[in-house]
């Protein structure tokens, strides 16, 4: 690449066909920018995605493009993965395509630790069917299917994703420019299965259902942006911080004044706290909160396979068998 | 010949070496592996009852035989399931040990089958095969168990000497299997020897001689055994050799397909590359991304598996990716019979999908046959850029046939479509498409300057964005059609297998049938027409059977193949089926053609 592309080079000719004002526009345009600034090279570089509002997502983008189906972009990234591993494979997913239809190629995914960038747009709602609740919908949700208000309890895609043997959890707000920019790099780099939550404000069926701590004017107080190495700290001046209680075994907000010894710095490896904090609900923890690197599963794949998907031999070398005759 | 007992006496592997041993003496054989579902059903139940059949012979031997004229039952659930299917005066061989009241009663026996008057009609040979083996390995302090786990070489020895064959290949192969348990290895070729010392002394009935099988006329060559799994793999490991491609085999283990993710397993170092999916839907996905990522993609399953994978098969369509998916047909529906062979998925296999998704398919015949079938199936899916259904059976995954080992150099290399050099943008580049074949280049991830989106939603027939324009959508389901159909141009022309070119009857057969219907047809002078490709037919096939007064179709399903002939051909066939799970006898083959030609059977 002879000159460094901008986020526009990235995007492709076709119309972008979301709702005026949904989440999703402010995603592609945080995608695009982070694909600049970490140098991808669009040729090696390929977008997966199932079904779903999200999964229009490939088209957008001027990469390798691939739009499947309902629930399988985790497994044909794994088979995509495996025949080329100098891949850059991002999967574009939602609540309902990765936590309902594909709940279990998320879990194998996550649990192979494959080399692909997983980003779940959740906004807690099935959009493209117009509106039902999802797997993430918190109980009550009134929807076209539970006029009076569902009954399920929602899955948590952080705590599924822990539970799933994740190696890389992160959470971004579509419209934080910033934060988001910082996730996507950082699951860019990461070499196993880098799984982020992104809550999307689906304007149509399910607007502001994240307001309570999305809301520009509240965040300093509603939102934690967690960094490795550093004391957790929010609020207006950073006045506040998260404390760990030995005696309840939880987190619990303090006032950092006179107690700044008190505040828990951010260990991303310690799958523990990655835990506490996806519960933790005001404020709501950002950024990396679980990185544990491994192995990824395409580089145990061929360090494993004797020739490493090489052909050292030809059929016709071993096609006679362990015992073979001639008839003359 | 029938061997039966428990189905943790050994049967399968005494059964599969003396295959090896019938095709080192130059005898011809085909072998049925029967076998509960259970992996060790309870001991000396009817329903526990593993068998293996192995026909053998000088003429050419192209099924598992009709009804075997030697039996060797270990307990009485194995005589009392395998009477019926034995030919009357067929020698019996029986190990008394497995007698006792307890397994008589299991088996449902109220009398002593040696003593009632039921074994009459045979030639009866009853040792007590379990204690004479014990006798024979007990110098080695091996427990009662251990020990017993001989037996099965004791009794091949004995099959061996009535045989005239040689000790030693046997013998080589236990050195071999056995080399890190000295102790079991010794026990089991003493166990072999024995066998054979006791067929050969006094203390065997003195009415039974020698079988001398003649050896077999075969075309010169080199030969070996090889079951319809090990042929598959070869054949995939071949057919990445010819386009010069790795390949990726993704599944997820189900019974009768499991046995080719472990050969392939074993193929690696041709550039083969075992993927164990999650489920059935992860790994069609995964192949089809391998196929997306420049490998061939490769599944198999069997039919309730296979069920799982169609919509992602509609995916493959849409986006004319290559994929091959092999289809290891069982007994249904639902779980059905899972080890027992039934040729029921071809209409799933042909019409089985939502939507206008036609996809080519074809059926191997024989074990050999597979290596050749899964070249053909990858060369079609690169050169039309499409999935191919490769048909295949549960008798086929594990029956073991020799096989004339064919030369690579015999194989035209498999080509794929050019990317023609254009300016126009890459996704049109992407999308151009042969004009014979209509299959479009495959452009693949990481290819420097060729960007570009493929996807489920229906795409421009030009560009390949997607399209809602009703035009379009007319223009490719007419396109998605034309290239199967444009399959049968390259295929050549449909042969007749045996018989007359005209006649008063002509036998149409697919898949693993084909051995009892090449008999009967032989027997009947009927004529023999057998399908290998079944999605398209070849172009003359109308043609061929046009010539003949009456069509006869046997499958082992309910009638699926006399449809399609209906379906496409606009014929009247009269279909003759069975579904028990075992293959046709030729007999009843026989019997059939008669009746159709109105003679009295």
């Known amino acids: 690449m002879s000159t460094k592309l901008t986020a526009k080079d990235f995007a492709t000719s076709q119309e972008v066909r979301w709702c005026p004002g949904c989440g999703d526009y402010a995603i592609l345009r945080a995608v695009q920018t982070a694909l600049a600034d970490v140098g991808a090279d669009p040729d090696k570089t390929a977008f997966i995605s199932g079904i779903g509002c999200a999964a229009r997502f490939p088209y957008y983008v001027d990469t390798y493009g691939f739009h499947t189906i309902h629930g399988r972009a985790p497994a044909i990234a794994t088979g995509l993965k495996l025949a080329n591993p100098e891949l850059n494979v991002w999967v574009v997913t939602g609540d309902g395509d990765a936590l309902s239809i594909g709940g279990n190629h998320v879990l194998h995914a996550l649990r192979r630790n494959v080399g692909i960038k997983v980003l779940l747009f959740n906004n807690e709602i099935y959009g493209l069917t117009k509106g039902q609740y999802s797997p993430t919908s918190r109980v009550g949700t009134a929807s076209p299917s539970s006029p009076t208000g569902s009954v399920e309890s929602p899955v948590s895609p952080g705590q599924f994703a822990m539970g799933s043997g994740t190696h890389f959890f992160a959470r971004g707000i579509d419209t934080d420019k910033k934060g988001m920019g910082d996730v996507l790099q950082q699951a860019h780099a990461f070499e196993g299965t880098a799984f982020v939550e992104i809550f999307q404000n689906c304007i149509v069926y399910n607007e502001d259902v994240f307001a309570d701590f999305t809301d520009r004017k509240t965040a300093p107080d509603t939102q934690l942006h967690v960094k490795h190495g550093e004391p957790m700290l929010f609020g207006e001046n950073n006045s506040k911080g998260i404390h760990f209680n030995q005696d309840t075994l939880a987190l619990e907000v303090i006032d950092v004044t006179d107690a700044k010894d008190e505040v828990l710095v951010h260990d991303e490896r310690n799958p523990t706290i990655a835990r506490m904090l996806i519960d933790q609900k005001t404020p709501v923890a950002l950024g990396v909160i679980y990185r544990q690197p491994a192995q990824s599963y395409e580089d145990a794949f061929y360090a494993k396979h004797p020739t490493q998907m090489k052909r050292r031999k030809s059929v016709a070398d071993i096609i006679e068998g362990p015992s073979s005759w001639t008839v003359d | ?601």
């Open chain 2, 1 to 601: 010949m029938r061997l039966a007992g428990d189905s943790g006496d050994g049967i399968q592997l005494m059964g599969s070496q003396f295959a090896v041993s019938t095709a080192l003496s130059g005898s011809d054989f085909a072998t049925f592996p029967d076998y509960p579902a259970e992996i060790r059903a309870p001991v000396g139940t009817t329903f526990g009852v593993s068998a293996y059949q192995i026909n053998l012979g000088g003429g050419p031997i192209t099924t598992a035989g009709d009804e075997p004229q030697v039996l060797v039952a270990f307990n009485p659930a194995a005589l009392k399931v395998s009477l019926p299917l034995i030919a009357k005066g067929a020698l019996v061989i029986v190990n008394n040990d497995g007698f006792t009241p307890r397994n008589l009663a299991k088996a449902g026996y109220d009398s002593d089958p040696r003593e009632d008057g039921t074994l009459n009609d045979y030639q009866v040979v009853a040792a007590d095969i379990s204690h004479l083996n014990l006798e024979a390995v007990k110098e080695f302090g091996l427990s009662k168990s251990e020990g017993g786990r001989c037996k099965n070489f004791y009794a091949l020895g004995m099959l061996l000497w009535m045989f005239d064959r040689e000790l030693g290949p046997i013998e080589a192969w236990i050195n071999r299997r056995l080399a890190s348990k000295p102790t079991m290895r010794d026990a089991n070729i003493k166990a072999l020897h024995a066998g054979h010392a006791f067929g050969e002394t006094a203390e065997l009935s003195a009415n039974i001689s020698q079988f001398d099988l003649p050896k077999a006329k075969m075309a010169p060559g080199v030969y070996r055994s090889i079951t319809g799994a090990e042929a598959l793999a070869l054949g995939l490991a071949a057919a990445g050799e010819l386009a010069d491609r790795e390949v990726m085999f993704c599944s997820y283990p189900i019974t009768p397909a499991s046995p080719l993710l472990h050969r392939l397993v074993g193929l690696q170092e041709l550039g083969v590359g075992t993927f164990q999916a999650e489920d059935e839907i992860a790994a069609i996905c995964a192949a089809i991304g391998a196929s997306y990522g420049g490998m061939i993609g490769v599944t198999s399953s069997s039919g309730p598996g296979i069920a799982l994978k169609t919509e992602a098969m509609g995916l493959a369509v849409s986006a004319e990716l290559p994929l091959v998916i092999v289809n290891w047909q069982r007994g249904g529906p639902s779980t059905g019979l899972p080890t027992k062979t039934e040729q029921s998925d071809l209409y799933q296999a042909v019409y089985g999908r939502n939507a206008d998704t036609p996809i080519p398919v074809l059926a191997a015949s024989n074990s050999g046959e597979c290596f050749d079938m899964a070249i053909e199936a990858t060369r079609i899916a690169l050169r039309h850029m499409t999935p191919v259904i490769l048909l295949a059976d549960g008798y086929l995954s594990n029956a073991a046939e020799p096989w004339r080992v064919p030369s690579m150099s015999d194989y035209d290399a498999i080509e794929t479509n050019a990317l023609p050099d254009s300016d126009d943008s890459p996704q049109r580049r992407a999308f151009s498409r042969d004009e014979t074949s209509l299959g479009r280049p495959w452009v693949t991830p990481g290819m420097p300057g060729l960007v570009h989106r493929i996807g489920g939603l229906e795409s421009d027939s030009e560009t390949g964005h997607i399209s809602y324009d009703p035009a379009n959508h007319q223009r490719m389901t007419e396109l998605r059609a034309n290239k199967v159909d444009a399959v049968a141009s390259y295929i050549g022309e449909q042969e007749i297998e045996a018989g007359p070119e005209c006649g008063d009857v002509v036998v149409v057969g697919w898949g693993s049938t084909y051995g009892p219907i090449y008999q009967a047809a032989r027997k009947t002078g009927a004529s023999f027409v057998h399908l290998r490709h079944l999605n398209p037919f070849p172009s003359n096939l109308g043609e061929v059977l046009a010539k003949f007064d009456k069509i006869l179709v046997p499958e082992m399903n309910n009638g699926q193949l006399v449809t399609l002939l209906k379906d496409k051909l606009c014929i009247e066939p009269e279909s003759f089926t069975k579904v028990t799970g075992h293959p046709f006898l030729i007999g009843e083959l026989v019997d059939k053609i008669e009746s159709l030609r109105g003679k009295a059977v």
